[in-house]
C-alpha cells in the first residue's frame, strides 16, 4: 500500500483526536504545549496532510494547494464550536468562586484600537487556576479588584469572569 493512501486517514484520525480524543482541559488551560500542538495541528499539520490526501485526486496542483490552504478556516467553526459547548458547559456545570485580578494591561494591535484586558486568578478545592486572558474594553477593572469568576464543576479551567459579561 501506497504511503498516499494513507493520509487521507490520517487527516481523519487527526481531527477526530482534536474533536473526541483530547481534554476539554488542554483547550481551557490558557498555556502548556499541548495549546501549541493543538494550534499547529490545525494550522499547519492538517492542511498538509489534506495536500497529501488531495495527491490521490486528479485536481491541479494549484488547486490542491489552494483548498489545502482553505482548510485552514476550519479552524473558525472550530473555535465557535468550543465557544458553545463552553456556554453549554458553564450552564449546566457552572459554579461561582471569588477571584482576583492579578494582571491588566493595554493589549496593542495592529489593524485594530487597542484593548485593555485582564486575568483573574481563582482557586476550586485548594487548587490555582486562572482564567485566559479577557478583554475589557470599558477598563472597569485593574489588578488587585475582586471578581465573580464562573467555573466549570468538572473543568475549573473553563471559567468566565460574570463582571465582563453583558
Do not use: H
Not at 5 to 12: A, D, I, T
Not at 29 to 52: A, C, N, Q
Not at 57 to 64: C, E, F
Request: glycine share 8%; charged share 20%; hydrophobic share 40%.
Amino acid at each position: 500500500m501506497k504511503l498516499n493512501k494513507l493520509f487521507p486517514l490520517l487527516y481523519l484520525l487527526i481531527w477526530g483526536c482534536i474533536l473526541f480524543g483530547l481534554p476539554k482541559e488542554v483547550f481551557y488551560s490558557g498555556e502548556g504545549i499541548m495549546r501549541w500542538i493543538v494550534f499547529g495541528g490545525i494550522f499547519f499539520i492538517l492542511p498538509y496532510v489534506l495536500f497529501k490526501s488531495l495527491e490521490l485526486t486528479s485536481l491541479a496542483k494549484k488547486t490542491r494547494s489552494g483548498i489545502a490552504i482553505a482548510s485552514v478556516f476550519l479552524g473558525i467553526p472550530f473555535g465557535l464550536w468550543l465557544g458553545i459547548q463552553s456556554k453549554a458547559e458553564l450552564k449546566s456545570n457552572g459554579n461561582t468562586t471569588i477571584g482576583i485580578i492579578k494582571k491588566a494591561w493595554m493589549v496593542k494591535r495592529r489593524n485594530q484600537a487597542d484593548v485593555w484586558s485582564v486575568q483573574a486568578y481563582y482557586n476550586v478545592n485548594n487548587k490555582p487556576y486562572k482564567t485566559s486572558t479577557k478583554e475589557n474594553p470599558e477598563k472597569s477593572l485593574s489588578k488587585g479588584d475582586t471578581v465573580t469568576i464562573l467555573y466549570s464543576k468538572t473543568t475549573p479551567q473553563m471559567s468566565e469572569i460574570l463582571e465582563l459579561e453583558k
